[in-house]
Nanobody, 121 residues
Framework: VQLQASGGGSVQAGGSLRLSCAAS????????MAWFRQAPGKEREFVAA????????YYADAVKGRFTISRDNAENTVYLQMSSLKPEDTAVYYC???????????????WGRGTQVTVSS
């Protein structure tokens, strides 16, 4: 299984970025997908999750209303559209696959390598 995240970069506060995570080696359409992030000196934290179809999504309170998770099962890709970015959003962002969007925050099967997002004030 490979999860390849991309789309990170440097942006000013208030800007936007879209992260992508391309998956291979798993049945993507039967996998819950999620994004996590880890800021320097902090523990990894949950950001957003999507059910198999994308019909049910979950967000951390810190990103609700600013970030949107979506997926394209035909392309085996999950996205994270990030808007109104803040300096505190600076972190390495990781995508993860799991069995169920209701439990993926605690139970992940596979992790991808992260992509750095840096938001300057």
């Amino acid at each position: 299984v490979q999860l390849q995240a991309s789309g990170g970069g440097s942006v000013q506060a208030g800007g936007s970025l879209r992260l992508s995570c391309a998956a291979s080696g798993l049945t993507f359409s039967r996998s819950a997908m999620a994004w996590f992030r880890q800021a320097p000196g902090k523990e990894r934290e949950f950001v957003a999750a999507s059910s198999w179809t994308g019909g049910t999504v979950y967000y951390a309170d810190a990103v609700k209303g600013r970030f949107t998770i979506s997926r394209d099962n035909a392309e085996n890709t999950v996205y994270l559209q990030m808007s109104s970015l803040k300096p505190e959003d600076t972190a390495v962002y990781y995508c993860a696959a799991g069995r169920d969007s209701r439990t993926i925050v605690h139970q992940q099967l596979y992790w991808g390598r992260g992509t750095q997002v840096t938001v300057s004030s």
